[in-house]
């Protein structure tokens, strides 16, 4: 089962499965990753996350079904149910009272959740303009140390040491920002079984500096779970400086 990580741009949560993760606060500009991705991705661009997205609406006001007309009785039938000397049936004439008041009630509650609904999509166009005009205002050196994990890449080769307990990886990050430097970059490495299920995952603090443009190498000894035979590792978070 696919799980996410979401990001608020100065700590990570999850991992969510997709149905966690529709109880979450999130919007399409909010920063998703999950194995596979290289880097992180906006919410609105993940295709499975689209329905998150989607706002339904009640159907259509003022329609109304057709119905036949009615049935014309003949002047024969009328007479023999209705003779001229007899006694006309007394009538409810509070039905179409009750009918009018049903109506009435009907409208206004419609009526009320078109406000209601107006005034949530406004809302909610009011903060993506605020996050637009917020993002148009941060200068490239604040979007990237906001995000770091989106500009880092960690790559490498790992083995199994002599005795076979312990994984050794031999790694790189990469700091493919502009302007911005990092250090201590938290690598999270994922422990997968030989038919690749996921064992366990651990964090590790490299701590060096990583200045833009840069690659920067880095080791760790890992004592790994019995039948781990792969690895994998992202570079999640790192502090700006």
């Not at 500009?29 to 499975?48: D, M, R, V």
């Not at 209601?116 to 993506?128: D, P, R």
């Not at 366990?200 to 990583?210: L, N, S």
């Not at 833009?212 to 400086?241: D, E, M, V």
Request: charged share 20%; with cysteine.
């Amino acid at each position: 089962m696919q799980k996410y990580y979401t990001h608020n741009g100065t700590a990570q949560s999850g991992p969510f499965s997709l149905e966690e993760l529709k109880s979450k606060i999130i919007t399409k500009e909010t920063p998703i990753w999950y194995e596979g991705l290289s880097e992180w991705k906006k919410a609105g661009e993940i295709e499975e996350l689209n329905d998150l997205f989607k706002i339904s609406g009640p159907p259509p006001f003022g329609e109304t079904k057709s119905m036949p007309p009615p049935i014309q009785k003949t002047n024969e039938q009328t007479q023999q149910k209705n003779p001229i000397n007899a006694t006309p049936p007394k009538g409810n004439n509070s039905l179409p009272i009750i009918l009018i008041g049903v109506v009435v009630v009907v409208i206004i509650i419609v009526a009320m959740v078109m406000a209601n609904l107006k005034k949530s999509g406004a809302a909610g166009n009011e903060a993506i303009n605020n996050q637009t005009y917020q993002e148009k205002v941060m200068t490239v050196e604040e979007i990237e140390q906001a995000d770091p994990a989106r500009f880092l890449d960690a790559s490498g080769t790992y083995r199994e040491n002599l005795w076979g307990d312990a994984m050794k990886v031999e790694g790189t990050i990469t700091n493919k920002a502009t302007v911005a430097n990092y250090k201590d970059v938290v690598v999270e490495v994922i422990f997968y079984s030989e038919t690749d299920t996921e064992l366990d995952r651990k964090q590790y603090t490299i701590f060096e500096y990583f200045p833009a443009h840069s690659t920067t190498a880095f080791k760790l000894k890992l004592n790994r779970p019995q039948a781990c035979k792969k690895l994998g590792w992202n570079a999640i978070i790192a502090t700006p400086y």
